[in-house]
Nanobody
Framework: QVQLVESGGGLVQPGGSLRLSCAASGILFSAYTMGWYRQVPGKQRELVAT???????NCPDSVKGRFTISRDNAKNTVYLQLNSLKPEDTAVYYCNAVWSLVGHTYWGQGTQVTVSS
């Protein structure tokens, strides 16, 4: 059974930081591209950052320089470090695992991040 379990969300003031974690089980973690996405009510889920099996990362300009994705294959865990948080970063953050070679995609249940004073 595949599970992606996110943790680390919460309420933080503008300018603050959080570290999200996503622990994976039931998959060959090292083979997957891992990603973080976020979604607010009424809007489409949007990409936050991805990291390939080889460690290459990608993120949109809206979070570049503020958010950092990393992975620990020994722990089957992917992280998202969120710095200099803004109110517009408020969303549910979802962990994603993709192995395009075999057509597998999995999602976690999400963790809420709220940036407010």
């Amino acid at each position: 059974q595949v599970q992606l379990v996110e943790s680390g969300g919460g309420l933080v003031q503008p300018g603050g930081s959080l570290r999200l974690s996503c622990a994976a089980s039931g998959i060959l973690f090292s083979a997957y591209t891992m990603g973080w996405y976020r979604q607010v009510p009424g809007k489409q889920r949007e990409l936050v950052a991805t990291i390939t099996s080889g460690g290459s990362t990608n993120c949109p300009d809206s979070v570049k320089g503020r958010f950092t994705i990393s992975r620990d294959n020994a722990k089957n865990t992917v992280y998202l470090q969120l710095n200099s948080l803004k109110p517009e970063d408020t969303a549910v953050y979802y962990c994603n695992a993709v192995w395009s070679l075999v057509g597998h995609t999995y999602w976690g249940q999400g963790t809420q991040v709220t940036v407010s004073s």
